[in-house]
């Protein structure tokens, strides 16, 4: 698929894959990055200006607050428009241990990792359809492929954000607009940095951040609607399904 002018927009500004998603395509095009204390973010802003924007613009975006997405999501499209790519990144990992018992805490993750994503994703998917155009790009996670007792509230909201998902590209069908959902392993950078630094180790086929961009950009640019990274998980989790409970609950992050 060759690249044509219209922006690119990052929901969650911030992040590491967002950012080096937009840095990859951000040559001749206005990138919008779009995050809490939007005014901070200096050395995203460098990046993508050296990648080639034509312009980058910051704007305030609050994932948790859903009564503000939907203005919101038709102001950037009205003021930015045409959208080429729409980047939902932005979530938060948690801390599985606290949200075993802490509700409050549980019921953020799944806020933010599931019913805010929601709540960008529909409005996205209005104002694109409108617009006849656009990709979406959606990050899921192999961790919802099937959910694992180390971390099941993380991965269940994984899990329900890719059904959605799913079924969001299936209604997109004909529109126009395409959504790209990827499915990543462990990814190594800032998300992962704590469990790290408690003695978590990378899972098995880790990636970073890098590695998942350029394999969402190269998704992208061949019309896809759905990316694997590494692409070993695919027949790995396939494998994964089938293995008694028993084995299962006992598997590590």
Request: hydrophobic letters at 45%; proline letters at 4%; zero cysteines.
């Amino acid at each position: 698929m060759a690249d044509s002018p219209g922006s690119v927009i990052v929901f969650g500004g911030r992040s590491e894959i967002g950012v080096a998603v937009a840095e990859r395509l951000a040559a001749g095009r206005t990138v919008v990055l779009a995050a809490r204390r939007h005014d901070e973010l200096t050395d995203e802003r460098a990046r993508l200006e050296a990648a080639g924007a034509t312009r980058v613009v910051q704007v305030a975006f609050d994932a948790d607050d859903t009564a503000s997405h939907t203005e919101l999501v038709g102001r950037l499209v009205a003021d930015h428009g045409p959208v080429e790519v729409a980047v939902v990144a932005f979530g938060i990992l948690g801390d599985q241990q606290r949200a075993e018992t802490d509700v409050e805490h549980a019921l953020q993750i799944a806020h933010t990792d599931y019913v805010a994503q929601i709540s960008v994703l529909t409005p996205l998917a209005n104002v694109l359809r409108a617009q006849g155009s656009g990709t979406i790009v959606v990050f899921s996670s192999v961790a919802g492929i099937r959910v694992r007792r180390a971390n099941y509230v993380y991965g269940s909201t994984k899990a329900g954000l890719d059904g959605f998902a799913s079924g969001l590209s299936d209604a997109l069908h004909g529109s126009g607009v395409r959504l790209l959902l990827v499915r990543s392993g462990f990814v190594i950078g800032a998300m992962t940095r704590d469990l790290m630094a408690a003695g978590t180790k990378p899972a098995p086929l880790s990636v970073t951040a890098d590695a998942v961009a350029d394999s969402v950009v190269r998704a992208y640019r061949r019309g896809r609607g759905e990316v694997w990274t590494p692409w070993a998980m695919r027949p790995m989790f396939i494998g994964m399904r089938l293995l008694p409970r028993v084995i299962w609950r006992r598997l590590p992050r």
